[in-house]
């Protein structure tokens, strides 16, 4: 029988998920948040030091969605008109701007009750995403399937399985037909993206809490050191949560960051990895069926390559990139994160 890992053992002591995390890694939650609770769950594997929390952003246990007041909502550019609750309907993808993008297919409008969420109400009507899920819009169709194929199969995890996205998207995979599948695949593969992020480099960031799943600036709150991670969130957080998608977004990022995170991805850092171009094109916007990463959410990209490096995404794709994630530090994932998403996608 194999030992248990000295992090094993602590967890077989009786000690909560949080407190062994502590005692083995110290400070490696010191510049998260106070209000994000450490509270990953265990991998298939022992792990080398645990996710970073800032880029798992989970809400206290006692935080709870503004109630709906009964307001009619409307956005710029829109005329549009919906409540809170509808735009809160897992079945229904709030469509603002609907001249912008082909019909959506029901799959993706819709959805179909009661297992199968439509995927415009994550994802948005026309596949921005947000810092906390994947953007779809323009990633090549074969991508996409592979990606469904792994959630159905388990090949893709998440290093933080009690963060409703990675239950939900391995059910959702399950139960879609092959007819669905495809006709999701092939609608957001015919968008393009657009630049919604803005990368600021600072000392400081402005105090946040978790709304739901993202960061929100603390009204009157102040600031705080910046440190060693990426504080991505809505430029405004009601335009997000009505799923607008013309909803942008600032990402702060350490001084220095995006021309490190250039020196790493054009170079490879002297062996501690490879070109980011090799496989992503110079441009980093994606070659055939390799997605693009310019211009995508940094969080987003930070939990790729963690989940990859630790052997949680472990589909074909995923199997490529593990010995070019292998050497990757922390450090590392903020500034190529940080570059990538300063590009144009």
Known sequence: MKKPSLFGSFLQAG??????????????????????APAFAVATKDLDAPPPAWAYPTADPGYKEPPDDGRVLHVAGSAGSWTLTQTRDAFFATDWHPEEHPQMPGVVARGRKPTVWACGYCHRADGPGGPENAGLAGLPEKYILEQLAEFKSGARMSAFPLKSHATVMPSIAAALTEEEVAESAAYFSSLKPRKLITVKETERVPKTYVAGFVFAAVE????EAM???????????????????????????????????????????????????????????????????????????????????????????????????????????????????????
């Open 15 to 36: 000690m909560g998920l949080a407190t062994a995390l502590m005692l083995l890694f110290g400070d490696a939650f010191a510049q998260a948040p106070a209000h994000v």
């Open 220 to 223: 009157g709150g102040g600031e």
């Open 227 to 345: 440190g060693n991670r990426i504080i991505e969130m809505p430029k405004d957080l009601e335009q997000f949560e009505s799923r607008d998608t013309h909803s942008e977004f600032i990402a702060y990022v350490p001084v220095g960051s995006i021309a490190q995170g250039r020196e790493l991805a054009t170079t490879g850092g002297n062996g501690r990895t490879l070109p980011c171009g090799t496989c992503h094109g110079a441009d980093l916007r994606g070659v055939g069926a390799v997605p693009g990463i310019a211009g995508r959410s940094p969080s987003y990209l930070v939990r790729q390559l963690y989940d990859m490096q630790h052997g949680l995404r472990a589909g074909t794709g995923s199997a490529l990139m593990a010995p070019v994630v292998a050497k990757l530090t922390h450090e590392d994932y903020v500034r190529l994160a940080a570059y990538a998403a300063s590009l144009t996608p």
